[in-house]
T-cell receptor
């Protein structure tokens, strides 16, 4: 089993739709979780950290489910500009901030 | 203007040549990292450094070397021993134990 797994997609949604992605992790001792957004041929940009209590930033909501070992990202009222690849990253708690990244989920928002 | 810079943006080399990729940050971050990204794949950790004059191998260090003589700088050398050097190289930095921020990347093509 991979340390961090994501559905590669693509998720094709119309503008205004709500879409959710999950990311599963294998190490139950993982402590830190993040969502990054990566546009085509660009660097990943931090979208949000994922806290135990959940985290909301405008149209974006991140949740952590420790029992089932996954994090989720919910995007409400999708915009064309949300089209990108969304990477999750997990700190495996090896005594150092070593992030393991998923391969990403591609989102395509259409008019 | 704080951030992480990588140069050059595009780099072309002939097989058998060593090449050094630059990474500089003025965020006063202690930790710096080098990743490689191949099409359709996640980020893979090459090397990381927590403090000046110290660095550790990541998951795919063979064929690469680094130095950390200054806090702000973490150059990566891709040696001729690296069998498949063509890739998108990303440098990141972080405060220890916190989220990572990425530079714009260098696309290396070796022919």
């Amino acid at each position: 089993r991979k340390e961090v797994e994501q559905d590669p997609g693509p998720f094709n949604v119309p503008e205004g739709a709500t879409v959710a992605f999950n990311c599963t992790y294998s190490n139950s001792a993982s402590q830190s979780f993040f969502w990054y957004r990566q546009d085509c041929r660009k660097e990943p940009k931090l979208l949000m950290s994922v806290y135990s209590s959940g985290n909301e930033d405008g149209r974006f909501t991140a949740q952590l489910n420790r029992a089932s070992q996954y994090i989720s990202l919910l995007i409400r009222d999708s915009k064309l500009s949300d089209s990108a690849t969304y990477l999750c990253a997990v700190n495996l708690n090896t005594g150092f901030q070593k992030l393991v990244f998923g391969t990403g989920t591609r989102l395509l928002v259409s008019p | 203007d704080g951030g992480i810079t990588q140069s050059p943006k595009y780099l072309f080399r002939k097989e058998g040549q060593n090449v050094t990729l630059s990474c500089e940050q003025n965020l006063n971050h202690d930790a710096m990292y080098w990743y490689r990204q191949d099409p359709g794949q996640g980020l893979r950790l090459i090397y990381y450094s927590q403090i000046v004059n110290d660095f550790q191998k990541g998951d795919i260090a063979e064929g690469y070397s680094v130095s950390r003589e200054k806090k702000e700088s973490f150059p990566l050398t891709v040696t001729s021993a690296q069998k498949n050097p063509t890739a998108f190289y990303l440098c990141a930095s972080s405060i220890l134990g916190s989220e990572q921020y990425f530079g714009p990347g260098t696309r290396l093509t070796v022919t």
